[in-house]
């Protein structure tokens, strides 16, 4: 069974950029048709996805946070990234990467554990 | 701007039937948003439960089903149980490799 972790920084301050790298167990993302994701959590609130990796090396955003984050493949192939710019408060949440089925189910399939982070000065 | 709609709360009694429903501020959601549900109990990552309308992820009791009624899909818990507490979200596919969630719903038994 693969396995998602996330790692990163969990205090960022302000107006800097948020890093953070999943790990995948077994395998790479640039193989299988798989999506690979971010999504964000705020504390008390719901799910936000903020966009994936296509197997093809494709990235694509969720509309709030388009401007940006940036996914990519990480310094290995069986990690991908996430940068967030221009941290504010207000992005202070449970950061999970997950990895997504395409067609012809387009369902999230397994779900790293989550890492926490705050943004504060 | 598309929202994914979805109740902010629901209860039900132990052994009864509940429907929680995933629509969109405007449209209707269709088999073609390939819409998936996931339970999400405090400080646990969330799991997978439905996905393409109404195929139960591996381990799921058959007494949570999935649809389309109407003009939005619907995770239907029959026999409810008080381990079914949680929240549950609601995801679709947009296209153009764009997913989007449901605000959630907080789901009481009692």
């Known amino acids: 069974q693969v396995q998602l972790q996330e790692s990163g920084p969990g205090l960022v301050k302000p107006s800097e950029t948020l890093s953070l790298t999943c790990s995948v167990s077994s395998g790479s993302v640039d193989t299988g048709s798989y999506h690979w994701f971010w999504i964000r959590q705020t504390p008390g609130k719901g799910l936000e996805w903020i966009g994936r990796?296509?197997?093809?090396?494709?990235?694509t955003y969720g509309p709030s946070l388009k401007s940006r984050a940036t996914i990519s493949v990480g310094t290995s192939k069986n990690q991908f990234s996430l940068k967030l710019s221009s941290v504010t408060a207000a992005d202070t949440a449970m950061y999970y990467c997950?990895?997504?089925?395409?067609?012809?189910?387009?369902?999230?399939?397994?779900w790293g554990q989550g890492t926490m982070v705050t943004v504060s000065s | 701007q598309t929202v994914v709609t979805q109740e902010p709360s629901l209860s039900v009694s132990p052994g009864g039937t509940v429907t929680l429903t995933c629509g969109l501020n405007?449209?209707?959601?269709?088999?073609?948003?390939?819409p998936s549900w996931y339970r999400q109990t405090p400080g646990q990552a969330p799991r997978t439960l439905i996905y393409s309308t109404n195929t139960r992820s591996p381990g799921v009791p058959d007494r949570l089903s999935g649809s389309i009624l109407g003009n939005k899909a619907a995770l239907t818990i029959t026999g409810a149980q008080a381990d079914d507490e949680s929240d549950y979200y609601c995801?679709?596919?947009?296209?153009?490799?764009?997913?989007?969630f449901g605000g959630g719903t907080r789901l009481t038994v009692l």
């Open positions: 997950a990895r997504a089925r395409g067609f012809p189910t387009f369902d999230i399939e397994i």
């Open positions: 995801a679709l596919f947009m296209g153009s490799g764009v997913w989007m």
């Open positions: 405007s449209g209707s959601v269709s088999t073609n948003y390939y």
């Open positions: 990796l296509s197997y093809s090396g494709s990235a």
